[in-house]
């Protein structure tokens, strides 16, 4: 960790401010970093900390403020001129081209030529050899789009390093890691500032702050309210600094509560299912378990092993090979979305832009998709319910800014999870499908989320959990299957259940 009395700060920022329309995002907000260390700005969701690194990167100016880089006022500067000066950000949602290969992506805007034709085979030898000095191992000829939302979150981290950052600026890079990628990501940003660089993380894992910073800059509502070494922090004090209250990390309830019947009510029941995949031939490789009324069952293992297209089979956006698939007593194997929805089937998706909003949508018009019909008046939406039921809705999942007619685009990323959630858990459900339910969500939104879960299963709700966050999957599991490969390897109570048993299992290693 560099001293920060013994270097003047590389990037400093004074008395930023930034609004959107009617949304002031930050106010009189502050940065310094100093150079050679590890620095990460924290604070909740829509505390303006990606607006003020979109500042620092470029992509935004600010309405008041200075910014400085090694000393030089670059305030109001573009994309490019911070390119060029060796800051990089690598974004929470991706920039890539889908269609295109690894090496095309990471190239883009800087192809090597011979001639006047790209010279492929010298690109893909120098990204092979980026992202092996990286630690990423990666088939740089595979395209972007048959790629995991891990995989795909390497190539935007590789993309930045490839382009010479000096100063990197991740927004949520491990949202969509493992532990053991987050373990290599972090041997590639101890190197890069072993070697003199210098990385800015915004983060809501606290356990991340606390293993991996130098550094801490907090936020709330807009403004920059603290910063101090993390040595001197523990993750309660971090996370009572970014809430103004104190938070309970970690709920262990779970393991007390008498475990499930065996005679409960029958919620979700797969048997025997197979779903054909995309790099290998079968995705989900013969798969049963049941999920009773009352019961949360969470999948643990390490993404891309066929958990995603579990899930598309489950809720009806991928057909199944063969296998059956119940709610209850009735088969939904060949029912529609819509069907599997009237029958009481909630999914909370993985990718949130993808599968769970319309980003140019309102949050009011967000929180009832695929339920306009019960919003029908005469053939046309009764905008004065919409809007009552969304204030509702907002208040209770505490979405900021609580404006209803405001465009899901113009939110967090963490607010618009919340969007998300608020919807699936509008109405009583018999099953709910909950695949990474807090990611990229802060520490006092984590909390509301997963009390929100466990009063679904209180009420009788069967819930499928998935999540690459191991610590999720204990805090809120009743049993946890690990799936690995395509099957599942195991299920274990969770009073058995630990991060030592589960471990090897979620890597193949037992």
């Known amino acids: 960790m560099t001293d920060a009395g013994a270097a003047a700060p590389i990037v400093r920022m004074t008395g930023i401010a930034k609004r959107f329309g ?16 590890i620095h990460a700005i924290v604070g909740e969701n829509g505390a303006g900390k990606s607006t003020l690194m979109r500042i620092l990167a470029g992509l935004f100016p600010p309405d ?36 295109l290969t690894i090496t095309e992506n990471v190239i883009l805007g800087r192809e090597p030529r011979s001639g006047l034709a790209i010279d492929m085979a010298r690109a893909q030898r120098e990204v092979a050899e980026a992202a092996e000095r990286s630690g990423f191992r990666m088939n740089v000829r595979a395209c972007v789009r048959d790629l995991s939302v891990g995989e795909q979150q390497r190539v935007e981290i590789l993309k930045t390093l490839v382009r010479g950052a000096r100063i990197l600026i991740l927004d949520e890079p491990t949202a969509v890691l493992s532990p053991p990628e987050v ?45 101090f070494p993390t040595a001197s922090a523990s993750a309660a004090s971090i996370a009572r600094a970014m809430v103004g209250r104190d938070v309970v990390l970690s709920n262990d309830a779970t393991t007390r509560r008498s475990p499930i019947s065996q005679t ?11 779903v054909a995949g995309e790099l290998r031939a079968r995705a989900v ?23 995603s297209a579990l899930i598309e089979a489950i809720v009806g956006l991928r057909r199944a090979t063969s296998g059956e698939i119940s709610i209850g007593d009735r088969d939904i194997t060949a029912l529609s979305v819509r ?15 993808r599968r769970g909003l319309v980003l140019d949508f309102s949050i009011a018009d967000n929180l009832i998709l695929g339920r306009q019909r019960e919003y029908d008046r005469h053939g046309t939406l009764d905008r004065a319910r919409v809007l009552a039921d969304a204030r509702a809705a907002i208040e209770r999942a505490d979405i900021r800014p609580a404006d209803p007619e405001l465009p899901a685009r113009a939110l967090s990323g963490g607010n618009q999870q919340k ?31 997963h009390a929100r879960l466990r009063a679904a299963r209180d009420a009788g709700t069967a819930i499928l959990l998935v999540s690459a966050e191991l610590s999720e999957v204990l805090a809120l599991s009743d049993r946890v299957a690990v799936m ?23 890597t193949g290693a037992a």
């Open 419 to 449: 969007i998300v959630i608020a919807r699936a858990l509008a109405r009583e459900t018999a099953v709910l499908v909950a695949a990474q339910p807090t990611r990229g969500v802060d520490v006092g939104a984590i909390e509301q989320i």
């Open 484 to 506: 690995y490969g395509g099957r599942i390897v195991a299920i274990v109570p969770r009073g058995e259940a630990s991060e030592e048993l589960l471990g090897p299992l979620m």
């Open 285 to 307: 490789d013969d798969v049963s378990f049941s999920v009773a009324r009352g019961e949360i069952l969470g999948i643990a293992g390490v993404e891309g092993n066929g958990q």
């Open 64 to 99: 008041a403020g200075t910014v400085e880089v090694a000393g030089r006022d670059v305030t109001g500067w573009s994309a490019s001129q911070a390119i060029a000066a060796n800051v990089g950000m690598v974004h929470q949602h991706f920039m890539l081209v889908p269609p």
């Open 22 to 37: 009617a949304v002031e995002a930050i106010r009189d907000a502050g940065l310094e970093v100093i150079p050679g260390e």
């Open 183 to 227: 373990q290599e990501l972090w041997r590639v940003l101890r190197a890069l500032r072993a070697s003199g660089g210098t990385i800015i993380l915004i983060t809501h894992k606290l356990d991340e702050v606390t293993e991996i910073s130098d550094t801490i800059t907090v936020m709330r509502a807009g403004r920059s309210v603290a910063r």
């Open 264 to 274: 409960a009510r029958a919620g979700l029941d797969v048997r025997h299912l197979v």
């Open 339 to 353: 069907e599997r929805d009237a029958l009481g089937l909630a999914h909370i998706p993985e990718d949130r832009h």
